[in-house]
């Protein structure tokens, strides 16, 4: 049985941990098939934005410690900076559904993607401290995130938190009743779509890199991004489609376009 499902409909992929029996923990064959869900949206170009969401109660519950115990290493498909670096490297936004409890890895995951949304009374935590491991893998995705006065606190303490606080320390965008959680993902998909693929896959190198900069260098390099954007195809499609008053053409129509 699958434990990652996938779904593609009006360029969204939707991505689905779909091992609830198993809280959505890290396992290696779930990490396995998700990196190969995360391959296919990078390689699809039907595809222009991810939204990866859960089956179950659980986003997902971090490492599967069935498979960390007995002194052995963890096996190296189970991995999570494999799915990490895919996020992070991909041309493509990400949205988080977060529709149950994201600790530990899972806390890592919610904050991995681009924007996430959350339902309310889901848990979010570090837990890993109060059984002798440690958020190594996951700080490169959070610590960016937070003030470090807040990521002392949450990762030494260990205590699980809602997601109206995971949301006020940056790790996710913003928590929702679960009754509007579909809206408000829905709302943020929308959004992206409106935007010029070349040039949200260009934001994400600006959201990445500008921040660890010397400022002569962040002015340099953006400022050649800049005129690219504006110079390429899509940069003149994208102003040309403004001054005529229409939807450019990666962008679904307006109703204005389909009434004309």
Not at 23 to 44: C, F, Q, T, Y
Request: glycine share 8%.
């Amino acid at each position: 049985m699958l434990k990652v499902t996938t779904e593609l409909a009006g360029g969204v992929l939707t991505i689905t941990l779909a091992d609830p029996d198993n809280r959505n923990a890290l396992s290696s064959g779930l990490v396995a098939e998700l990196v190969a869900a995360l391959d296919r949206a990078e390689a699809d170009d039907d595809v222009r934005v991810v939204v990866l969401t859960n089956e179950g109660s659980v986003f997902c519950a971090g490492a599967d410690l069935s498979e960390r115990t007995g002194g052995d290493a963890a096996p190296a498909a189970a991995d999570p900076a494999l799915i990490f670096s895919r996020i992070m490297s991909s041309a493509k936004p990400f949205v988080g559904r977060i529709a149950g409890h994201a600790v530990a890895g899972g806390t890592g995951l919610a904050a991995a993607m681009d924007i996430s949304i959350a339902v309310e009374d889901a848990k979010f935590g570090f837990a890993e401290v109060r059984i002798g491991a440690v958020p190594a893998i996951i700080s490169t995705v959070c610590l960016p995130k937070m003030r470090r006065a807040d990521a002392a606190d949450a990762m030494l303490r260990g205590k699980r938190f809602l997601a109206p606080e995971a949301a006020r320390l940056g790790l996710i965008n913003r928590a929702v009743a679960s009754e509007h959680l579909d809206q408000a993902v829905s709302d943020v998909v929308e959004d992206l779509l409106l935007g010029g693929p070349n040039a949200l896959a260009a934001t994400k190198q600006l959201l990445a890199r500008v921040p660890g900069m010397e400022p002569d260098e962040a002015t340099r390099w953006t400022g050649e991004i800049s005129a690219r954007a504006f110079s390429s195809e899509e940069g003149q499609e994208g102003m040309t489609a403004y001054l005529e008053k229409r939807s450019p053409s990666w962008a679904p129509p307006s109703p204005e376009d389909q009434s004309s």
